[in-house]
């Protein structure tokens, strides 16, 4: 009981103790000192990132970046936080702007710690020069989109461990609360038993995201930048949300355990395009026209972006599931989803995100044996449950299964996320080393990733 408590506290984001490494950075940031520089921020998560103050970051950004419509944006949700009525951040920007934005980073080093949050096709050259400078990287997925970055990663995390740098990558996934009391009732024998091996038909833990081209952040319309939709740049379906679900599945089968690429065996894999018409196009990224680097992709004047795909593997002699869809945009009242099932001897952990869950994630419980669950579930909700989030409770509905009610106060959404795993961040800074697991496991997810990839583009 007390390793399951260990694992949810540091979930949360409190440090757990762990020994530290005996090699110590004598550079690294401390509390006081972590100053950030934003480079080339093409994606809106870079600036959710600036969402919330930390006491131990300088206020000033550094923003080295082309000039353009994309950090123009970055700027502007930057005011926008800062001039909100309720709890405004209180940000200085400093911006260099221009074509030599990279070597002005690195000749002048501001800062200590870069963000990147952009194209995906120049996303590991930038870590690679960072590490390779001495600096800090803080970044959003996917950290590589094909096999021959999968190689420069490899490189880099090289060079970080020489430099005694740190490389993370921003998995907002693992703080959603219904992923964190799915993986936390997978740790209870009494409840859940064990992980079954499954099959390739029928996987022991199957993830499923589904996401949409149009939607609004922060409350404003999304306008999304035209690369996005070139597969060159953003990556591929199959490479991009998808690292998000690894990651997942390495994060609740295999908590805290260091997982070997070797030890992963893809079994199949597939993609397959989302269409879209010229005025959908348009109406995303304020564009009138296809820019001349998607015509490749354009078939009757419509768009067809290869952002779907799926994959089957083994992971440790259980087999896994992950599928991602993108739709242009989601019904009314609704937005992304996720379904997620963990196959155990006793139990199956479900999250649900449809009409009947009113497009809001709920985790449901479905025993598998006839034996007595009730007392098993109940004991646990009553204990180690509630150190995870008071207050919650399991409903019995008519059919036998259980609804699990996680208070609404625990389910703070996506863009809240980023701050989360930024304090986990900041704390990791602070110790001097990421946990044992966490670098042997990023690079065993972007092996899966690739090794999909390679497969799917076989067909």
């Not at 690294?28 to 950030?36: A, E, G």
């Not at 520089?37 to 930390?54: E, Q, S």
Request: hydrophobic content about 35%; overall charge negative; some cysteine.
């Amino acid at each position: 009981m007390k390793y399951t408590l260990v694992i949810l506290l540091v979930a949360l984001g409190f440090s757990c103790g762990e020994k530290k490494s005996e090699k110590q950075n004598t550079m690294m940031p401390t509390m006081d000192n972590v100053k950030l520089m934003t480079l080339d921020p093409g994606h809106f998560h870079a600036a959710l990132v600036h969402k919330t103050m930390y006491p131990q970051v300088d206020s000033t950004i550094f923003v080295f970046a082309p000039d353009g419509p994309e950090v123009q944006d970055f700027l502007i949700k930057i005011d926008q936080y800062n001039s909100r009525v309720e709890s405004p951040t209180d940000w200085q920007v400093n911006p260099e702007l221009g074509d030599d934005y990279l070597q002005q980073m690195l000749s002048k080093q501001p800062g200590n710690v870069m963000i990147v949050a952009g194209k995906n096709s120049k996303k590991i050259d930038y870590i690679l020069e960072a590490v390779k400078a001495g600096l800090n990287v803080y970044a959003d997925k996917p950290l590589v989109i094909n096999p021959e970055g999968f190689e420069k990663l490899q490189e880099a995390f090289r060079v970080a461990d020489e430099k005694n740098v740190l490389i993370y990558d921003i998995m907002t996934e693992r703080f959603e609360s219904t992923t964190m009391m799915q993986k936390q009732f997978s740790m209870l024998p009494e409840v859940f038993g064990e992980l079954v091996d499954g099959t390739p038909d029928n996987p022991a833990i199957s993830k499923e995201s589904v996401h949409h081209f149009f939607k609004y952040v922060s409350g404003n319309p999304l306008v999304r930048p035209p690369w996005f939709f070139d597969v060159n740049e953003e990556g591929e379906g199959i490479v991009d949300v998808t690292t998000h679900l690894v990651d997942l599945v390495q994060w609740e089968a295999f908590p805290e355990q260091v997982i070997d690429s070797s030890e992963v065996r893809m079994v199949k894999a597939k993609r397959w395009p989302t269409v879209l018409t010229k005025e959908e196009f348009s109406k995303v990224t304020k564009l009138g026209d296809y820019p001349e680097y998607l015509i490749k992709d354009v078939v009757d004047d419509q768009l067809h972006t290869y952002s779907n795909g799926e994959m089957i593997y083994s992971i440790k002699g259980k087999y896994a599931k992950v599928s991602v869809i993108w739709n242009y945009q989601a019904p009314e009242g609704t937005g992304d989803t996720h379904y997620s099932i963990m196959r155990g001897t006793k139990c199956d952990l479900i999250i649900k995100q449809g009409k009947e869950e009113a497009y809001k994630p709920v985790l449901y419980i479905q025993p598998t044996r006839k034996e007595p669950f009730e007392a098993s579930l109940n004991k646990a909700v009553a204990g180690e449950i509630q150190t995870l989030f008071p207050g919650t409770t399991a409903e019995k509905m008519s059919n036998g299964i259980w609804k699990i009610n996680i208070p609404d106060t625990f389910k703070i959404g996506h863009e809240a996320h980023f701050a989360q795993v930024t304090k986990n961040y900041l704390r990791y800074l602070k110790e001097g080393k990421l946990p044992d697991w966490e670098v042997p496991n990023m690079m065993t997810k972007y092996y899966t990733t690739t090794a999909a990839y390679k497969m799917a583009k076989k067909k």
